[in-house]
């Protein structure tokens, strides 16, 4: 299989298992409440459904293929006028059955899954949603009805999904821990010390210096929070021939520095030779154990700095012919140093591999209890990471970064991994919950946001201006969803 559909399958499977969780937040506080859920699908419907599940005459139906019909409905048999039997789906008056008619039960609700592989939704009787079924607004209110309920059980009802996303993002993060473990590299044991790129050197940092703590935090790991930490930082402390240095750090410093093509700092590991597969590397003479020290005169003794040098002489070849016969010097163990012709691949690449276990990570292991808190820590530390790391989306370079459903693709893993299968699905439960909490029309946070003013205020806002803010806010999501698939379009180009 190739590595689109695996990260398609992915990426499907993870978004639906999130939005399934996140509906579900509504779905049993509106149940909780005897408010009327008129449709709960797994991806969106259009027009007809794959499967649709719901009583009809007290009885539980099962439909294949189902054309999409009134939320409240009756079936009829009649004759076409090709002789032939037909189903019609007659609408109901619910208000004009009798009290205890299971069609006017808060739990009628019809359960399907939809054709279209994104999403899902939830659709609750008497509230102003993504469907803008305005027509059912006009109508008096009905006592199983969102807008007859107190504003505390709406508030709730609006606050379920977010509630339940961070439930599952603290869940999957304590199983992971319970099932691998979590596994770092301790900073103070890097031998050969950190790779800095020219910014950082600008700054004060030099190859092989070691980040010991941050305005006096004591730096435990390399991982995001390290850069998070840094960015933030007034001064770093530096382990330099065993000396200790204090660097003041610039107040521009964004976290974006971090993430470039030659990141600001990464473990520096030596271009040390593990083993050589077919290609140019296997006749030039290159051994394992090698360390490559330049290529075609610039340095390349670190894997990051090889990367940069072989990344310059690809993108160069797109544009114009670059002789692909490169010239490395190698250090040789015992044997001083040597220079080699290897003939690249159309790629670029000369068919070798870089120690990469140099470093032994250190593994907590977790019992199933002590994993449940060690898991809410994790989540709870990466929601802080990433509403920290939001304000970067209100600049020129964040809205450049902005991806859709390619670029969150893209960050799964090519071979199916569940591992990484389910620390993904975590973090974009995190960032789904955040995201709908926000106060914007249409999203559960401008919910949340006109039942707190009603709450402060006493006065409950009209559906006519429920219904040009949810409009707007469509507008807008809708437009933010445009431009950040968009961009990964450009991003092909």
């Not at 739990?107 to 008497?126: D, H, L, Q, R």
């Not at 996303?165 to 590299?185: E, R």
């Amino acid at each position: 299989m190739s590595t689109f559909w695996i990260r398609f399958f992915q990426l499907v499977l993870s978004l639906t298992i999130l939005v399934v969780f996140h509906e579900f937040g509504h779905y049993l506080f509106s149940r909780l409440f005897g408010v009327r859920v008129e449709k709960f699908y797994a991806f969106f419907n259009p027009r007809f459904s794959l499967v649709r599940i719901k009583r009809v005459d007290g009885r539980l139906r099962v439909r294949f293929l189902s054309p999409n019909v009134p939320e409240s409905y009756e079936e009829e048999k009649r004759f076409n006028f090709e002789g032939k039997e037909e189903t019609i789906y007659k609408p109901i008056d619910l208000e004009s059955l009798p009290e205890g008619d299971w069609r006017r039960s808060p739990e009628n609700t019809e359960f399907g899954v939809g054709w279209v592989p994104f999403g899902g939704y939830c659709k609750i009787a008497g509230m102003i949603d993504e469907s803008m079924d305005v027509a059912a607004m006009q109508q008096e209110p009905k006592s199983w009805e969102f807008r007859s309920k107190p504003s505390w059980q709406r508030l709730l009802i609006m606050v379920g999904g977010v509630l339940f996303n961070l439930i599952l993002a603290f869940f999957i993060y304590s199983m992971v821990l319970f099932k691998w473990g979590d596994s770092y590299i301790p900073a103070q044991d890097l031998k050969h010390g950190m790779e800095f790129n020219a910014q950082a050197e600008s700054i004060g940092f030099r190859d092989g210096d070691i980040i010991m703590a941050t305005d006096g935090k004591p730096t435990c790991e390399f991982d995001g929070d390290l850069y998070r930490a840094i960015a933030k930082a007034d001064k770093v402390t530096v382990l330099r021939d065993g000396k200790e240095v204090v660097l003041e750090m610039p107040e521009e410093l964004s976290l974006f520095d971090f993430t470039r093509s030659v990141p600001f700092v990464s473990i520096l590991s030596p271009m040390t030779v593990d083993s050589v597969i077919e290609g140019g590397a296997a006749a030039a003479g290159i051994l394992a154990g090698d360390t490559i020290l330049a290529v075609n005169g610039e340095n390349a003794f670190t894997w990051t700095s090889f990367q940069a040098v072989l990344n310059e002489l690809r993108s160069r070849a797109e544009e114009k012919h670059v002789d692909r016969n490169l010239r490395l010097v190698i250090g040789r163990p015992g044997a001083g140093r040597d220079t080699l012709t290897v003939t690249a691949d159309a790629d670029f690449k000369i068919g070798i591999i870089h120690i990469t276990d140099e470093y032994k990570p250190v593994t907590l292991e977790y019992g199933f209890f002590s994993s449940i808190p060690a898991g809410i820590r994790y989540g709870w530390n990466t929601l802080k990471g990433y509403v920290g790391d939001f304000r970067y989306v209100f600049t020129k370079e964040g809205a450049k970064s902005l991806g859709g459903f390619g670029t969150i693709g893209s960050i799964f893993p090519e071979k199916w991994n569940w591992h990484a299968f389910w620390l993904m699905t975590a973090f974009l439960s995190i960032i789904l919950a955040f995201m709908n909490i926000l106060p914007i029309p249409a999203l559960d946070g401008g919910y949340v946001l006109f039942l707190l003013v009603e709450v402060v205020t006493g006065k409950k806002p009209g559906d006519k201006f429920l219904e040009v803010a949810n409009t707007i806010g469509m507008v807008i999501l809708f437009g933010l969803l445009i431009f950040a698939n968009l961009n990964d379009i450009l991003r092909l180009f």
